[in-house]
Protein backbone atom coordinates (compact mmCIF):
# COMPACT_ATOMS: atom_id res chain seq x y z
CA UNK A 1 0.00 0.00 0.00
CA UNK A 2 3.11 2.58 0.81
CA UNK A 3 4.23 1.65 -2.73
CA UNK A 4 0.92 2.80 -4.55
CA UNK A 5 0.95 5.85 -2.44
CA UNK A 6 4.20 7.16 -3.05
CA UNK A 7 3.83 6.68 -6.83
CA UNK A 8 0.22 8.75 -6.43
CA UNK A 9 2.90 11.28 -4.46
CA UNK A 10 5.28 11.38 -7.31
CA UNK A 11 2.26 11.44 -9.69
CA UNK A 12 0.91 14.59 -8.75
CA UNK A 13 4.23 16.43 -8.22
CA UNK A 14 4.92 15.63 -12.23
CA UNK A 15 1.73 16.70 -13.05
CA UNK A 16 2.10 20.06 -11.00
CA UNK A 17 5.48 21.01 -12.47
CA UNK A 18 4.56 19.77 -16.31
CA UNK A 19 1.54 22.53 -15.57
CA UNK A 20 3.45 25.03 -13.95
CA UNK A 21 5.80 24.21 -16.47
CA UNK A 22 3.49 24.68 -19.70
CA UNK A 23 1.84 28.24 -18.07
CA UNK A 24 5.82 29.26 -17.75
CA UNK A 25 6.18 28.45 -21.70
CA UNK A 26 2.82 30.24 -22.16
CA UNK A 27 3.73 33.22 -20.58
CA UNK A 28 6.64 33.29 -22.10
CA UNK A 29 5.15 33.02 -25.70
CA UNK A 30 2.44 35.59 -24.60
CA UNK A 31 5.14 38.22 -23.46
CA UNK A 32 7.65 37.80 -26.45
CA UNK A 33 4.66 37.30 -29.11
CA UNK A 34 3.43 40.90 -27.32
CA UNK A 35 7.25 42.38 -27.89
CA UNK A 36 7.68 41.51 -31.36
CA UNK A 37 4.12 42.80 -32.29
CA UNK A 38 4.39 46.32 -30.48
CA UNK A 39 7.92 47.21 -31.78
CA UNK A 40 6.28 45.95 -35.40
CA UNK A 41 3.62 48.32 -35.27
CA UNK A 42 6.28 51.50 -34.70
CA UNK A 43 5.89 51.27 -30.40
CA UNK A 44 9.06 52.24 -28.91
CA UNK A 45 9.69 53.99 -31.86
CA UNK A 46 11.18 57.51 -31.34
CA UNK A 47 9.29 60.33 -33.25
CA UNK A 48 11.67 62.25 -35.74
CA UNK A 49 11.64 66.00 -36.98
CA UNK A 50 8.67 65.66 -40.12
CA UNK A 51 6.93 62.73 -39.16
CA UNK A 52 2.89 63.27 -38.89
CA UNK A 53 1.46 63.09 -35.30
CA UNK A 54 -0.81 59.83 -35.19
CA UNK A 55 -4.71 60.41 -34.73
CA UNK A 56 -5.73 60.67 -31.09
CA UNK A 57 -8.92 62.01 -29.24
CA UNK A 58 -8.07 63.00 -25.70
CA UNK A 59 -10.43 65.09 -23.55
CA UNK A 60 -9.56 69.40 -22.91
CA UNK A 61 -9.50 71.26 -19.52
CA UNK A 62 -13.61 71.11 -19.79
CA UNK A 63 -14.19 67.54 -20.64
CA UNK A 64 -15.09 68.00 -24.19
CA UNK A 65 -13.24 65.26 -26.36
CA UNK A 66 -10.50 66.95 -28.74
CA UNK A 67 -9.50 65.43 -31.67
CA UNK A 68 -6.42 66.03 -33.85
CA UNK A 69 -8.45 65.37 -36.92
CA UNK A 70 -11.03 68.22 -36.27
CA UNK A 71 -7.62 71.29 -36.42
CA UNK A 72 -6.71 69.47 -39.72
CA UNK A 73 -5.52 72.23 -42.26
CA UNK A 74 -5.46 74.50 -39.28
CA UNK A 75 -1.67 74.02 -38.52
CA UNK A 76 -2.43 72.75 -34.73
CA UNK A 77 0.33 73.06 -32.16
CA UNK A 78 0.47 70.13 -30.14
CA UNK A 79 2.19 70.26 -26.25
CA UNK A 80 2.72 67.51 -24.46
CA UNK A 81 4.29 67.92 -20.79
CA UNK A 82 5.41 64.12 -19.87
CA UNK A 83 5.09 64.33 -15.83
CA UNK A 84 7.86 61.49 -14.72
CA UNK A 85 6.92 61.90 -11.09
CA UNK A 86 3.04 62.52 -10.70
Do not use: C
Not at 25 to 30: K, N, T
Not at 72 to 83: A, H
Amino acid sequence: MGRKVAEARRAGRLRRRRRRWVITVLALVVVIGATYLGWNAGWGRAASVGDFAPPFVLPDQNGRQVALADYLGQNPIVLFFYMTHT
